[in-house]
């Protein structure tokens, strides 16, 4: 599985108009790759560490959909591992970009989270370029 998981962390960049989501915690790496150029459609990845059945979850959704998982994961699932996360904030800036089209809400909170991780927590474990990519692969 972890080689499945790696050509996606490799590949998740592949798509030069649109840029991925990933953050990681102790326990598991969470993503959102585009799945069409467009950005209509989403694969979200879930690897967890300690499953031995099946570490590696994928899940392909319209961006709208898409973007309430990749909220949900934040404010939920990460702010777990995280404790100075602004969960509020990050809802605040959400409901600020609701009215817009699902393609264009993920890009929006991607960039948010990537480029302004430092407003949100001051160890948000979120991957900024695919520089980063080799962080995840460590983890395996």
Known sequence: MSDEFKNLVDSSYDNMNLVPFWI???D???GMIPADPNGERWTEVSYT??????PL??????ADLSFQFLLEEVAKGVSFYVE?????KLKDFAKSIDAKPGPEK?????????NKSSEY?????????????QILKDKL
């Open 84 to 88: 100075d996360l602004n969960v509020n």
């Open 49 to 54: 560490f300690d499953d031995p059945d099946e």
């Open 121 to 133: 927590s001051a160890n948000l474990p979120v991957i900024k370029d695919k520089a980063g990519l």
């Open 28 to 30: 598991y790496i969470f």
């Open 57 to 62: 979850i994928t899940t392909e959704r319209k």
């Open 106 to 114: 993920m890009n929006a909170v991607i960039s948010e989270l990537i």
């Open 24 to 26: 990681y915690t102790k």
